[in-house]
């Protein structure tokens, strides 16, 4: 049974930083490319970043590029991502998800197993 | 940059059948895929590559595509399917884009 369960997350000070955790299990961990899309209070998805399943690839939304980072721990199952110079507009639900298809260098678009979402609040 | 377009909203009388698209320059490339949110919980991965399903999705949705137009339609609509709905393809970068979504209410 393929199961993401996330941690971290919180209410943080625009400017600091913050590290979210997705741990998995049920499938081939480092066969698969592995994404964070978050989703604003009351609004709708937004792809936020992806790493390969090698690690070897990564790329970002316009809106973090610079200010948030990925990384995975292929022995441990275990995906992050950090977070830093928030700002309020990253406030939002957190979903780690993972590629539906094995392999994929530079990302699929289709996630067929999420997790439930980690809340990130922003705010002096 | 790309955007793919849905009805913020649509309703469907209990057991009648309802259609959701989804409009985009991206998806004369790029197949689409949908997801299906209940309140409080994760996406559901409905549709992919444009018409098939995963295990355990019921034959009661489907998915089609034509030009720059992908539809989702719901076949006997049930109390149980009113959820928010969003397609998502690419966009221009070649990154992960999904519509604003389309809220279904069930009548």
């Known amino acids: 049974q393929v199961q993401l369960v996330q941690s971290g997350g919180g209410l943080v000070q625009p400017g600091t930083s913050l590290r979210l955790s997705c741990s998995t299990s049920?499938?081939?961990?480092?066969?698969?490319?592995l994404h964070w899309i978050r989703q604003s209070p009351g609004g709708g998805l937004e792809w936020v970043a992806f790493?390969?399943?090698?690690?070897?690839?990564?790329y970002f939304a316009e809106s973090v590029k610079g200010r948030f980072t990925v990384s995975r721990d292929n022995p441990k199952t275990t995906f992050f991502l950090e977070m830093n110079k928030l700002r309020p507009e990253d406030t939002a639900l957190y979903f780690c998800?993972?590629?539906?298809?094995?392999?994929?260098?530079?990302?699929?678009?289709?996630?067929?197993?999420w997790g439930r979402g980690t809340l990130v609040t922003v705010s002096a | 940059s790309s955007e793919l377009t849905q009805a913020p909203a649509v309703s469907v009388a209990l057991g009648q059948t309802v259609t959701i698209t989804c409009q985009g320059d991206?998806?004369?490339?790029?197949?689409a895929s949908w997801y299906q949110q209940k309140p409080g919980q994760a996406p559901v991965l409905l549709i992919y590559?444009?018409?098939s399903r995963p295990s355990g999705i019921p034959d009661r949705f489907s998915g089609a595509s034509s030009g720059d137009t992908a539809s989702l339609t719901i076949t006997g609509a049930l109390a149980d399917d009113e959820a928010d709905y969003y397609c998502?393809?690419?966009?221009?970068?070649?990154?992960?884009?999904f519509g604003g979504g389309t809220r279904l209410t069930v009548l």
């Open positions: 998800a993972k590629d539906r298809r094995p392999l994929y260098d530079h990302g699929d678009y289709e996630f067929d197993r």
């Open positions: 049920g499938f081939s961990f480092s066969g698969y490319g």
């Open positions: 790493m390969s399943h090698d690690g070897r690839h990564t």
């Open positions: 991206s998806l004369t490339t790029y197949s």
């Open positions: 590559d444009q018409s």
């Open positions: 998502n393809s690419r966009d221009s970068n070649y990154f992960p884009l």
